[in-house]
């Protein structure tokens, strides 16, 4: 007997608990599997060569069968490796993922669900000078099969800069107050007096309060599109609120950044309405799910909006 014979024998001999045993609770379970799988993820782009970014995945089936004792783990893992290492991620192949977990599962599931988190890092152009930096966006792509049809969720943060237009308000009345303070005995003032006045530090002695704040979206992706449209869903969040944060700033971009944020004064309500008409003509989602946070500078709690697209068996608006 050669080795090769010995290694066979001693591996059919191994105990299988998980397809041989049977549970002593009769229960259906909603979904098992794995969490925090660590894998590379190829993102195709549409203008530029694909990138690997270094994500973590969730991999789980149901379990309708009572008296199986468990799934096997293992075919979730090697159906993550065989597919992720060396393909981009699209929606094609996240419904392979998925089919591939349902049928290594046939006798025991009729569900799959997969889900990618990573950072996408995207550079993005100073406002005004010629300069540009990096921006990390947190990112899940999500995969549910269910009654033989899949369902595509697209998540990303974006953080923007939002500034009270209450505080902007009171901010304006203490400078009218100061003026008319400074200029109330002074009847013959000219452009050139007032000009000048504006640029002290004394007559400015208010600004309103502003904060770094955060846009999670959710949305769900039907239609022709192959890839996941992470670049687009950002963009249409940051160009619909007008005030990303920016990466790279000289004093003309500092300028230009205090110019959007007064130009564009938002309660948390503002920003959610902001996004949502953004959202609402594009056919390619049939769903959304919008949270923004504003985390106060004046408050030790943040400000907090959350809006849905309002379909029937859609997202919820639950916080």
Not at 14 to 26: E, F, G, Q, Y
Not at 114 to 124: A, I, R
Not at 132 to 147: Q, R
Not at 192 to 198: A, G, K, N, R, T
Request: proline share 5%; hydrophobic share 35%.
């Amino acid at each position: 007997m050669d080795q090769n014979e010995t290694s066979t024998i001693e591996y059919e001999s191994m105990p299988d608990v998980a397809s041989k045993a049977t549970s002593k609770t009769l229960s259906l379970l909603d979904w098992v599997g794995m969490s925090d799988i660590e894998l590379p993820v190829i993102l195709p782009q549409a203008d530029g060569e694909p990138i690997r970014v270094s994500a973590k995945a969730q991999a789980y089936v149901n379990l309708i069968d009572p008296h199986a004792k468990g799934i096997h783990m293992s075919r979730l893992y090697l159906t993550l490796d065989n597919y992720m290492g060396d393909q981009p991620l699209t929606r094609e192949t996240l419904e392979q993922v998925l089919d591939a977990f349902a049928e290594s599962h046939h006798d025991l599931s009729d569900k799959a669900f997969v889900e990618f988190s990573f950072d996408f890092m995207q550079k993005s152009k100073s406002l005004i000078s010629d300069n540009s930096g990096w921006k990390g966006y947190p990112v899940i792509i999500t995969g549910v099969l269910e009654n033989r049809k899949v369902h595509h969720q697209l998540q990303v943060r974006v953080p923007y800069s939002s500034t009270c237009p209450c505080s902007a308000a009171l901010a304006r009345q203490l400078i009218q107050q100061k003026f008319q303070q400074d200029f109330s005995e002074k009847p013959d003032i000219n452009i050139e007096q007032v000009y000048e006045w504006l640029g002290t530090e004394e007559a400015i002695l208010a600004t309103p309060h502003s904060q770094r704040s955060y846009a999670e979206v959710k949305v769900r992706i039907e239609g022709s599109c192959s890839e996941f449209p992470i670049s687009q869903l950002i963009a249409q969040i940051e160009g619909s609120l007008k005030t990303a944060v920016q990466a790279v700033v000289k004093r003309e971009d500092e300028q230009e950044f205090a110019r959007l944020n007064g130009q564009n004064l938002m309660f948390c309500e503002d920003a959610s309405r902001r996004i949502k008409n953004a959202l609402e003509d594009e056919s390619d989602y049939t769903d959304y799910w919008i949270r923004v946070d504003h985390v106060e500078s004046l408050h030790p709690h943040n400000a907090v909006s959350i809006a849905t697209k309002g379909v029937n068996e859609g997202y919820k608006p639950i916080p």
